[in-house]
């Protein structure tokens, strides 16, 4: 392990209910405090206040606010795993249209709490070399099933599923995340009409 994954990397595996507790109301604080305050003045001091408890019971979690800041990113990877696991293991809509409307609706929930929060994580998170793996491995697991889907689907008519199946993910992922987080955001709804209505014109015309 490299001095930079010692840094991000918690302190305290809680095994009583009670530290379990304290660590997911650090954690919790913190996506407050960075969402209000921003990274560079989201401290670990304003996390404590927050959280209602000492800047020295915080320490004994994390060392640092980049390990706080990459558990979060880490919370948010797997709770977006899990989910895009039950849809692409469970069955799907006949029509290409509503499959894609699974796949955006998927991702557009995935931001809807906090989109300036979970910009922030994507964007400024320390990452280790665990992490990235785990992110590659997921978009990895999409591209394939989507290759899988436009491979055998009746209505898609593209000569190159393999390349459709990266750039109908990349859309995706980069315009749910782009789109919902500006400080004058598309409405979700008509966001994803129009991300479905493109992406199936994309893959039937």
């Known amino acids: 392990m490299t001095s930079d994954q010692r840094r991000i ?16 109301r650090i954690l919790t604080a913190a996506a407050h405090v960075f969402a209000d305050h921003g990274y560079a003045a989201g401290t670990t001091n304003r996390i404590a206040e927050r959280a209602g408890i000492s ?25 977006g795993t899990a989910a895009a696991t039950r849809v692409l293991t469970g069955p799907l809509p006949d029509s290409i249209e509503e499959v894609f409307r699974v796949f ?22 320390p990452r280790s070399d665990e992490l990235l793996e785990r992110i590659g491995r997921v978009k990895r697991t999409m591209v394939d099933r989507t290759r899988q889907l436009l491979e055998g689907h009746p209505e898609v008519r ?41 992406l199936t014109r994309y893959v039937t015309g």
Request: proline fraction near 7%; avoid cysteine.
């Open 104 to 125: 955006v609706r998927l991702a557009v929930e995935a931001h809807l709490d906090d989109p300036h929060l979970l910009r922030m994580l994507l964007e400024q998170a």
């Open 9 to 24: 990397q918690p302190r305290k595996q809680p095994r009583q209910v009670r530290a379990e507790l304290t660590r997911q």
């Open 158 to 198: 593209v000569a190159d599923p393999a390349t459709a199946a990266r750039l109908v993910i990349a859309t995706v992922e980069l315009g749910v995340h782009d789109l919902l987080a500006e400080p004058d955001p598309i409405d979700a709804r008509r966001l994803e009409d129009e991300m479905v209505a493109m």
């Open 55 to 79: 800047i020295g019971s915080l320490y004994q979690y994390f060392p640092n606010k980049d390990a706080i800041l990459a558990e979060l990113l880490t919370r948010h990877l797997d709770d």
